[in-house]
């Protein structure tokens, strides 16, 4: 379970507009101090690698947080633009005591965040962010603490940028069992961390691959185009005339991944989790028949999974609770419908989007069958989630108008569907989703709800 009161650290790291606080030139220096005191109590000569998405702001946040970290005495090593599981990759090969990330993942191009990863790959615990987020507002308090004069961060050290990007793509392509050249693949690249690898992956791998959406400017990540928008993907796909066998599309950091089928029709992270967890029964790699989901994953995989006598169970919205509950119960396959996917079959630590699609890849090769094949039995939900903007997070369970909503809806429903209300962990946003068997039900519903969210909270 996330720690309710913390103030900065959300579902996944620290994230806000840039420029406003916490992503300020003062506060993101403070911030690499923090955690660099933080590194330095637990790892001596502590060494930390840095890597960043496309937006125009990450690269002086990122110098920031260097400047902070080296200001405590931690030696900065830069991957330059990455994707985040990249650098969770390079934290735990490469012996550095952890690697940051500056992304604000799918958030708008104003938006940025520090993402933080222990030098094992896994991203910091609750109580860990927490102590450093106590230290941060100490710092803030403090007279003098943002004087900055003392250090700074020259450049990345050797190993270089392109050298680490390089033992990442060289990671991947080794964890391809089959000759994946045969399939003709679009890939939507988001404008984003995805650029700098993923061409260069793919070639080497010999997959006949069209690319869209790789010339980032620092303004255009996510719009319009990624995992943020895959019916950009499937139209493109649909109006081929067949010249594609599937599509992907990622987000900003590429740390999740989207499918489209041969006639453009979207496969999303449900889907994946279907096909993979089929996969790795019949190799005798899913441990325990279990697939870890959220409380966001439709009805539809739980039936189609059980048809396979595979269980599902849910954890918190939140790829860092997927891998959690993962962990506990040492399951090799998790994830998110949003296209987080956690292999534990292998040393993966986190959902990386690029890893996704080469294990969704070598599936269709070693089966002979399309993507469409794949999760035919698939029958989802009728599901809608809708967002409403809230001025405060109040506990659903405080504000009776809304429970009420909520409990007369669970009625109506029966078990004939679901309903999570919740907030986001990196937005001010209430989200209401609601799953039943009628589309008219599932409005009406879904309607009721955030209607009263939006009296009780709504800006």
Same mark, same amino acid.
Request: contains cysteine.
């Given at each position: 379970?996330?720690?309710?009161?913390?103030?900065?650290?959300?579902?996944?790291?620290?994230?806000?507009?840039?420029?406003?606080?916490?992503?300020?030139?003062?506060?993101?220096?403070?911030?690499?101090?923090?955690?660099?005191?933080?590194?330095?109590?637990?790892?001596?000569?502590?060494?930390?690698?840095?890597?960043?998405?496309?937006?125009?702001?990450?690269? =002086?946040?990122?110098?920031?947080?260097?400047?902070?970290?080296?200001?405590?005495?931690?030696?900065?090593?830069?991957?330059?633009?990455?994707?985040?599981?990249?650098?969770?990759?390079?934290?735990?090969?490469? %012996?550095?005591?952890?690697?940051?990330?500056?992304?604000?993942?799918?958030?708008? =191009?104003?938006?940025?965040?520090?993402?933080?990863?222990?030098?094992?790959?896994?991203?910091?615990?609750?109580?860990?962010?927490?102590?450093? &987020?106590?230290?941060?507002?100490?710092?803030?308090?403090?007279?003098?603490?943002?004087?900055?004069?003392?250090?700074?961060?020259?450049?990345?050290?050797?190993?270089? &940028?392109?050298?680490?990007?390089?033992?990442?793509?060289?990671?991947?392509?080794?964890?391809?069992?089959?000759?994946?050249?045969?399939?003709?693949?679009?890939?939507?690249?988001?404008?984003?961390?995805?650029?700098?690898?993923?061409?260069?992956?793919?070639?080497?791998?010999?997959?006949? %691959?069209?690319?869209?959406?790789?010339?980032?400017?620092?303004?255009?990540?996510?719009?319009?185009?990624?995992?943020?928008?895959?019916?950009?993907?499937?139209?493109?796909?649909?109006?081929?005339?067949?010249?594609?066998?599937?599509?992907? %599309?990622?987000?900003?950091?590429?740390?999740?991944?989207?499918?489209?089928?041969?006639?453009?029709?979207?496969?999303?992270?449900?889907?994946?989790?279907?096909?993979?967890?089929?996969?790795?029964?019949?190799?005798?790699?899913?441990?325990?028949? %279990?697939?870890?989901?959220?409380?966001?994953?439709?009805?539809?995989?739980?039936?189609?999974?059980?048809?396979?006598?595979?269980?599902?169970?849910?954890?918190?919205?939140?790829?860092?609770?997927?891998?959690? &509950?993962?962990?506990?119960?040492?399951?090799?396959?998790?994830? &998110?419908?949003?296209?987080?996917?956690?292999?534990?079959?292998?040393?993966?630590?986190?959902?990386?989007?690029?890893?996704?699609?080469?294990?969704?890849?070598?599936?269709?090769?070693?089966?002979?069958?399309?993507?469409?094949?794949?999760?035919?039995?698939?029958?989802?939900?009728?599901?809608?989630?809708?967002?409403?903007?809230?001025?405060?997070?109040?506990?659903?369970?405080?504000?009776?108008?809304?429970?009420?909503?909520?409990?007369?809806?669970?009625?109506?429903?029966?078990?004939?569907?679901?309903?999570?209300?919740?907030?986001?962990?990196?937005?001010?946003?209430?989200?209401?989703?609601?799953?039943?068997?009628?589309?008219?039900?599932?409005?009406?519903?879904?309607?009721?709800?955030?209607?009263?969210?939006?009296?009780?909270?709504?800006?």
């Amino acid at each position: 379970m996330s720690t309710p009161t913390r103030q900065l650290f959300g579902t996944d790291g620290i994230r806000g507009v840039a420029g406003d606080f916490p992503l300020t030139k003062d506060s993101t220096y403070l911030i690499g101090r923090a955690l660099g005191h933080d590194l330095m109590r637990s790892t001596p000569k502590a060494r930390a690698v840095l890597g960043q998405d496309t937006r125009q702001s990450s690269a =002086w946040i990122a110098d920031r947080v260097a400047a902070g970290l080296a200001a405590v005495g931690v030696e900065v090593h830069s991957a330059g633009v990455i994707t985040t599981p990249g650098i969770a990759y390079l934290a735990r090969s490469r %012996t550095f005591a952890a690697g940051v990330v500056i992304s604000a993942s799918h958030n708008p =191009w104003t938006d940025n965040g520090i993402k933080v990863f222990s030098g094992d790959g896994f991203k910091l615990s609750d109580a860990r962010e927490m102590a450093i &987020e106590k230290e941060i507002f100490a710092l803030l308090a403090k007279p003098g603490a943002m004087d900055d004069t003392a250090m700074r961060v020259a450049g990345p050290s050797l190993p270089g &940028e392109s050298e680490q990007r390089k033992a990442y793509i060289e990671s991947l392509a080794s964890s391809v069992s089959s000759d994946v050249s045969r399939l003709r693949v679009l890939i939507d690249c988001a404008n984003g961390a995805a650029t700098a690898e993923a061409p260069e992956l793919f070639r080497c791998l010999g997959v006949n %691959t069209t690319f869209t959406h790789v010339s980032p400017n620092g303004k255009n990540i996510n719009e319009g185009c990624g995992a943020l928008h895959p019916q950009v993907l499937a139209r493109s796909i649909a109006e081929s005339g067949g010249k594609f066998d599937l599509g992907v %599309t990622f987000d900003g950091d590429a740390d999740r991944a989207l499918f489209c089928d041969a006639q453009g029709r979207v496969v999303n992270g449900d889907g994946v989790l279907l096909l993979a967890a089929r996969d790795l029964k019949a190799r005798g790699k899913l441990a325990g028949d %279990t697939v870890v989901a959220t409380t966001m994953s439709n009805m539809g995989v739980e039936i189609a999974l059980k048809k396979s006598d595979i269980r599902l169970l849910r954890a918190d919205v939140g790829d860092k609770y997927v891998l959690e &509950e993962m962990l506990k119960i040492g399951a090799t396959l998790g994830g &998110e419908q949003s296209g987080h996917v956690i292999f534990r079959d292998g040393n993966s630590t986190t959902g990386d989007g690029l890893l996704t699609a080469l294990r969704v890849m070598d599936v269709m090769v070693r089966s002979g069958r399309a993507l469409a094949e794949l999760v035919s039995d698939l029958k989802v939900f009728p599901q809608k989630i809708q967002n409403v903007r809230v001025r405060e997070k109040i506990p659903f369970s405080q504000i009776p108008e809304v429970q009420k909503a909520i409990e007369a809806a669970q009625r109506e429903l029966d078990g004939n569907g679901r309903i999570v209300v919740r907030y986001s962990g990196t937005e001010a946003l209430a989200r209401v989703m609601v799953e039943a068997e009628s589309e008219e039900k599932m409005r009406e519903v879904t309607a009721r709800i955030a209607g009263e969210i939006q009296k009780a909270l709504g800006i």
